[in-house]
């Protein structure tokens, strides 16, 4: 017969999907019977009615239990938690505190880098969404916040299929190759334009930040929308440790637009990590490299702003195909140039810590 004690042991370590804490943790594991001829029957309380991830959370039990000696079949069924318990459930992933801003803050594993760029049309996006998945290969957990609140795309580009899961207004992302996104796009019609201002673009971000559970990832990308306007000065705000890649093309026009976003980071005291240069090179069937778009922009931005040149990304049929397909050409091309570009950028970043330094507090005028 297998060991109650050590299938209760199995099944409660494994994780949430969406909390990514274990049901023990969490105290999901409700009822466990242990046949004598080794078969489980197990229930479990999921947070909320309609589990999107209920399959996958089945599919795990059921190996964990399986892992025990003696066990020869497993039941899951699920109930439902009372509010009461939900709000339990929101107190223990807060520490019993009031929610809060504490990514990249004193004491916080994760490193944010926001990815900028001067104009639209760079490949910004992109970068965020395969840079992302490229960190999730090295085996880190990564968290993407779209906020290009007009211009949104991570999680077509990352083929997100669901809606944030909610727990007593405690938003879970959902995640895809890897990583956890949150972005407008959820919240917003198809057919609806987002017409805000400072304070409400403010306000959302700020709620990105506090009331979604990220689960302290070792990344937080911020897909920053164009410019130097509010959402930039928002992020020096509540995110002042926070670094920055500022991405271009090789044309001299987008690098000297680009040159904005940077002198914008070093304005509000963000550690620029360096220059990423998108859409690099077209190689033809013949080998050769075509610079469609010019060269020499990234290398002319990074040193224009002391920095290094991260990497440059060439401008690949597959990485178009698979932001539009939900695909990410890292996924989709596993052995192409784009994402052995990709990998070499993750690489660098990851060589790249967070210098230390004071941050003032920024002023506004």
């Known amino acids: 017969m297998a060991d109650p004690a050590a299938v209760r042991d199995a099944i409660g370590r494994v994780e949430d999907p969406e909390i990514h804490r274990s049901l023990a943790e969490l105290n999901m594991v409700r009822e466990l019977d242990v046949n004598a001829d080794g078969r489980v029957s197990v229930v479990i309380a999921l947070t909320v009615p309609g589990c999107p ?16 000696t003696g066990v020869s079949s497993v039941t899951t069924e699920f109930t439902v938690m009372s509010e009461t318990e939900r709000q339990a459930v929101v107190s223990a992933v807060h520490g019993g505190g009031e929610r809060g801003i504490t990514l990249g803050g004193p004491g916080s594993p994760t490193r944010v880098i926001a990815i900028s760029s001067g104009k639209g049309g760079v490949g910004k996006s992109s970068v965020t969404a395969n ?4 960190l999730a290969g090295l085996g880190k957990t990564v968290g993407v916040i779209d906020a290009d609140v007009w211009g949104f795309s991570i999680p077509k580009m990352l083929g997100v299929d669901r809606d944030p899961t909610v727990i007593e207004n405690m938003l879970l992302p959902p995640e895809a190759h890897g990583v956890r996104v949150m972005s407008m796009d959820f919240f917003v019609q198809p057919d609806q334009a987002v017409i805000w201002r400072g304070p409400m673009l403010h306000k959302a971000l700020e709620q ?38 500022v991405v271009t093309t090789p044309q001299p026009t987008a690098q000297r637009v680009a040159k904005r976003a940077g002198l914008m980071a070093r304005k509000v005291n963000q550690e620029i990590l360096g220059v990423v240069e998108n859409m690099a090179w077209f190689t033809g069937d013949d080998g050769t490299r075509y610079p469609l778009f010019g060269s020499g922009g990234g290398a002319r931005l990074a040193e224009e702003l002391e920095v290094p040149m991260l990497g440059q990304i060439p401008l690949v049929p597959a990485l ?17 140039d784009a994402t052995a570009a990709f990998a070499a950028l993750a690489d660098e970043v990851e060589a790249r810590q967070p210098r230390l330094r004071s941050h003032p507090e920024l002023v506004i005028r």
């Open 53 to 68: 991830l209920q399959d996958e959370l089945e599919a795990d039990v059921t190996a964990a239990a399986m892992s025990v």
């Open 131 to 134: 840079l992302g998945v490229a």
């Open 208 to 245: 990105f930040l506090a009331d979604v559970h990220w689960g302290d990832p070792d990344y937080l990308l911020i897909d920053m929308p164009p410019g130097t306007g509010d959402i930039a000065i928002s992020i020096s705000q509540f995110l002042p440790k926070s670094q920055a890649i």
């Open 320 to 336: 178009r195909e698979g932001a539009d397909s939900g695909v990410p050409v890292t996924v989709a091309d596993p052995s192409g």
